[in-house]
């Protein structure tokens, strides 16, 4: 019977996991992206065009939001449920 381990020639293991981890790597992604922005924006991080300009704080926030929004959604999917 399929336990779901690797070993098993009839597991979906790597279909099953790969749409949940994409998610949240992506998230993660969009959150250090938006971290750094966020912190361009405020004038913590100097060296950039974007340094000390509003735009780029309210950019860093969004992507800091859509990014937690696609981790918790990675996490709270179940692998059984099927991606649409």
Same mark, same amino acid.
């Given at each position: 019977?399929?336990?779901?381990?690797?070993?098993?020639?009839?597991?979906?293991?790597?279909?099953?996991?790969?749409?949940?981890?994409? &998610?949240?790597?992506?998230?993660?992604? !969009?959150? !250090? !992206?938006?971290?750094?922005?966020?912190?361009?924006?405020m004038?913590?991080?100097?060296?950039?065009?974007?340094?000390?300009?509003?735009?780029?704080?309210?950019?860093?926030?969004? !992507?800091?939001?859509?990014?937690?929004? &696609?981790?918790?959604?990675?996490? &709270?999917?179940?692998?059984?449920?099927?991606?649409?």
């Open positions: 019977m399929p336990d779901g381990r690797r070993d098993d020639p009839t597991s979906k293991w790597p279909v099953v996991s790969i749409p949940m981890w994409s &998610r949240v790597v992506f998230g993660a992604v !969009l959150c !250090l !992206l938006g971290g750094v922005w966020f912190g361009q924006g004038n913590w991080i100097k060296g950039s065009f974007m340094t000390g300009h509003g735009f780029w704080t309210v950019m860093g926030a969004v !992507l800091i939001a859509i990014g937690v929004w &696609r981790i918790v959604g990675g996490i &709270r999917r179940r692998p059984n449920q099927p991606d649409h």
